[in-house]
């Protein structure tokens, strides 16, 4: 229980962070992305003062942005960590399998470049280009290898709440600038781990990243080990780790929250039997709800014209003061997702 309180307070879901989104994103090192609205949710349940029309305007002032990076998915970084961690990853990327021989490679990033600067491009877009100068292979395999090799941001509309628009892509320097100040290291993005999903394991750091070979940094960090749970972990000297017995309120996680992702041993907030249900073959990952700091059951919202409800079900009964709990806290997430609709709660 104590490894899971250690984990909730840096996600700042015991207590929700009197912060402005880009330093609480900052400090969650991204949040994942896959489908535009789960980091508005994600907000939402750890702030105290937090509007989606806030998030949004950092969206399209480019404070922040979306762009391919650990474990190889869509996170919704700082223009700071755009440009920072796509390097750090990279290696993950570059082991992706692509149809594209090694020879032919340097000529089509170069010409995908050339396009991309023009203008925000989609997948199919960029693979029509590319085709005339590469007819022997695939426009699609063509894009997705830019995708994969080039630092590319998806930009707005998509991204913004409940809107839609296609997955258009430049470059990061096109769209944010060109980098500035010293970059960090992969010790640097251990530390930043830690900070924010400690303590952990090597392997812990390896699935939340994609990277291979972390066992070394952790070594040559200045780390303190700490026996939590019958566990032997990795954590910053000064980190928080409050008492086991810490309240827990009710939240709701979103889809493919970093929570229940970042881990090796995922048991600190979610069952090895329930993680079969919340997370599909697939990939996808479903918003669940916790309870008492573990992941205890599944939510979503259905829309009409005038009217908005958020079902909950939870995988085994529930007390009388958590369903209470859910309900307060399920309107209150209505108010902010579905202001100009009525709202009901079932649990």
């Known amino acids: 229980m104590s490894l899971n309180r250690a984990l909730l307070a840096r996600q700042h879901l015991l207590t929700r962070a009197d912060l402005d989104p880009t330093t609480l994103i900052e400090h ?25 029309d806030d998030l949004a305007h950092r969206i399209t ?8 990076l650990m474990r190889g998915t869509i ?23 692509t149809p594209i021989p090694a020879t032919a490679i340097p000529a089509v990033l170069d010409t995908a470049r050339h396009h991309l600067h023009q203008r925000p491009l989609t997948a199919v877009e ?37 809107r839609t628009g296609p997955a258009a892509h430049t470059l990061a320097t096109t769209w944010l600038g060109e980098p500035t ?3 960090p290291t992969i010790d ?29 940094v952790f070594d040559r960090l200045p780390l303190r080990t700490v ?31 970093n929570l229940l992702l970042s881990h090796a041993d995922r048991t600190r907030v979610i069952s090895d039997e329930h993680r079969l249900t919340v997370i599909t073959k697939n990939g996808i990952v479903h918003p669940t709800i916790l309870i008492d700091g573990h992941v205890a ?21 529930l007390r009388p003061a958590d369903r209470d709990d859910l309900t307060r806290e399920g309107h209150a997430l209505l108010t902010a997702t579905d202001p100009d609709r009525t709202h009901d709660v079932q649990v």
Not at 75 to 97: C, E, G, I, K
Request: hydrophobic letters at 40%; glycine letters at 6%.
């Open 28 to 52: 969650l090192v991204g949040m994942q992305a896959q489908a535009p609205n789960p980091p508005y949710i994600g907000l939402w349940s750890r702030l105290t003062h937090f509007t989606f």
């Open 61 to 68: 002032d480019r404070t922040l942005t979306r762009i391919l």
């Open 75 to 97: 996170h919704l970084v700082t223009a700071r960590d755009a440009h920072n961690l796509r390097p750090l990853v990279q290696p993950v990327l570059d082991r992706a399998p």
């Open 126 to 162: 960029l693979g029509k280009l590319l085709a005339p100068d590469f007819p022997d292979h695939d426009p699609g395999a063509l894009a997705a290898l830019a995708r994969l090799r080039l630092p590319l941001v998806q930009v707005p509309p998509r991204g913004l709440w409940q």
């Open 181 to 183: 100040g010293e970059r």
């Open 188 to 216: 640097d993005l251990v530390l930043r781990y830690l900070a924010a999903f400690g303590p952990a394991t090597p392997a812990d750091a390896q699935a939340w990243s994609g990277l291979t070979g972390l066992r070394e």
């Open 227 to 257: 026996h939590t749970d019958g566990r032997t972990l990795h954590d910053l000297p000064d980190a928080p780790r409050p008492p086991a017995d810490t309240p827990a309120p009710a939240r709701y996680l979103t889809d493919f929250d």
């Open 297 to 317: 059951g599944t939510w979503r919202i259905t829309r009409t014209r005038t009217a908005a409800t958020l079902t909950v079900t939870p995988f085994t009964p």
